[in-house]
């Protein structure tokens, strides 16, 4: 009898999970009671830039190009949760900015675009996972600052970006860095807007939020949780441009964060092989391409920076 | 060896605005949970069939589910149902709704540990409900739960490192902020595991001691 | 609960009235307690379509089921090495000989004292600042095998002590060695009586991988967590997470039916000795179990 019972039990779940095995196909797209009119939907759009695999690549005396030559792969942090930067759609496909500049990159290692396995890494973690080898680069809104470099080194950088704030579309009170105070500000852990607002005293230290990641605070700012989310404008654009009714951005950055890629420290090769990948793709028109396919439809315009190699 | 005592020195403020927390977010939790505890042992052990049965979902469903899941849920979730909970408040409930479900097994299994000769012998003896309750099988069971509440209470204390994830500052979520200044995370964590023995092994051996005890009487 | 129960009497028609209308009293308070939190997500919009309609699609299916199969893996991995470990360390500590006895009690009570996520952040971070790459679910698995393994480390000292001092000394006295004595006879005897603990272990060592979340290492739940960001379907915080929530409910439940299943059938089997390592009903259990 009771055999019997487990039987059944197990039998059902079973079913219960053969049964959620087919599902439609395609795009998972939000229809009717769509409230945030004219916001895109979840599905991943690529600039429509094509990297061909350098054949021929070759840096000399760098160990990670070796490792990612031997090994026929490429190991890349991204985020996955920012519009038009780090994506991850219902689909599982990545895109944006970020993750094309991945794949140009990769591209130009020699490694086909489609070969990279990407890790999605926290803020925290990003100087150890490099460090630890964990990963062979990162791409994903990675402000160069000095003391970074103590621990890993840059190439870039490939955008400038400016810490900003994302607030609710009725919000009045909050208009730039100096109105703060009192308010609750979310932002990731170990990011450097955070230790920004903590470092000037913005806001009070009780009032600081953090979460591993910026989605978990812009679902904390809807559900009225926390007043602003600051981290940089490109970031904070694509969640505005994704739920236009309810989030806007102050609109007055406050810094200049740097974006750059992470690479090993010691890989001196590297760096500057990667640098002077990216004055090519500044030059031939490739980094435009990418930007107006993917943060340029965040609402604003740009252009490449100017490259700091050192 | 400097270097790991200077990482407490230099972050002695984190260690300590860390630890208080945890101790106040135990603290909180340990009240809540034995009252709610309390409460849903009392239905599991009541003679109303409707009560046992719900204290048994609730004992059912709680001790099946993650307590991440729990804590994911009050701060992703239920700020969407228009209910606003501070994090630290939201972890003390996820806490205290998480571990009231062992709080309540180990007040039924304590009761139930009790003979039921002696209450039917004191019946017989012509006692009262609340009398047969205080006087007979309350003190023999009582015995019997307190070890296992302690373990149970030693857990929750190790639990409560579950909230760094869902930004409240206590022990667990030191790591994090010691990334971001760059610290040796080895002798972080090291810091932190001495914090928790320092913690726990006391009450550890408290139990052992209270265990030894009674286990001879019964 | 068919018995009588230690606290009150089978009741009489008196309290049979009074049990009845408590019972509907109660029925009625629950499902108006139901009914509100019911009320709660229908005014909050949580049934609407567009933050469930994401689940019909094959691609986010494969994404729970992906999820799953990472905690699946995370768990099946680490129970295998948490249950050699625990085998080794009861072992070091039945021995005869302190040297062995002294390290396994304390690396048990060690591992036994710490927080499990702090644990799982030595096995992601400590590997990385020496710059060994190590993969999430590696340190996960070593945070789950370390603490679960010394649980079933006493788990299995228990068990093996709970065996009647009796039956050692009449294998002793037949001539077994010390380790046919473990093997031969102890051991046979106290699997039958452990086995319902361990699996209740194991229920608990499935439902700590769902601290790989703090790590980011993808399992069900961060699954989850990425679904129910998904700004464009309105946050669907709460369907993602019911549905996650149920998956969890059902493969533990799953395991703690088998895990009562085995103790009603051991239970059943006439006994030469040793009790049955209560996996439900020991108040320890509880503490055990959290």
Redesign the interface.
Known sequence: MRMKRVAAVAMMASLALSAAACGKEGTPAPSGGNASGGAQGDTCTTSGATFTPKGDANVAGSPTFDKIKSSGKVTVGVKFDQPNLGYKDAQGKRCGFDIEIAQYVASTLGVDPAKIEYKEIASANRETAIKGGEIDYYVGTYSITDKRKNDISFAGPYFIAGQDLLVRKDETTITGKDTLKGKKVCSATGSTPIQKVRDEGLTEPENIVEFKTYSECVSQLLDKKVDAVTTDDAILKGYAAQNPDELKVAGQPFSTEKYGIGLPKDDKALRDYVNDQIEAAAKDGTWQKIYDGTLGKSGSAGSPPALERY | MGEFFRVLTDNWTLYRDGFTNTVQLFLIAAVGSLVLGTLLGAMR?S??????A?GATYV??V???????VF??LV??V??????ID?FDSACIALTVY?AA??C??IR????????G???AA?ALGMT?AQ??TLI?LPQALR??V??????F???L?????A????VLEA?AI???M??R?E???A??LW??IG??IL??PL?ALQRFLERKWRVAR | MSQASVLYDLPGPKARRRNAILGVASIVGIVALLAYVGWKFYETGQFEARKWEQFQYAAVQRELLAGLWATLKAAGIAAVLALLFGAIFASARLSDRWVLRAPATFVVELFRAIPLLILIFFGYYVPLQYGWAIDKLWALVIGLMLYNGSVLAEIFRAGINAVPYGQTEGAYAIGLRKNQVLRLILLPQAFRSMLPAIVSQLVVLLKDTALGFIITYPELLFVGKQIGGRLAFGLPYVPTYLIVGAIYIAICGLLSIFAWWLQRRLGRIPRTAGEVLPAQDAGEDAGRMI
Not at chain 2, 147 to 152: I, Q
Not at chain 2, 158 to 162: E, L, R, S
């Open positions: 052990v003679p109303v069939p409707a009560l046992r719900s059912n469903i001790r099946n589910t993650p307590l991440t899941l994911a849920f992703f979730g700020p969407k149902l228009d209910v606003n994090y571990t062992f709080v097994e180990v299994s304590g009761v139930n540990t009790v003979g039921t002696q209450a039917e019946r409900f047969v309750l099988v019997a739960m070890p296992p509440m302690m373990s149970v030693i857990a929750m190790k639990n409560t490192t579950i760094a994830g869902f930004s667990g790591p994090s902020y990334s971001e760059g040796p995370q080895f972080v964590l932190i595991t928790f023995l726990i092994l550890v």
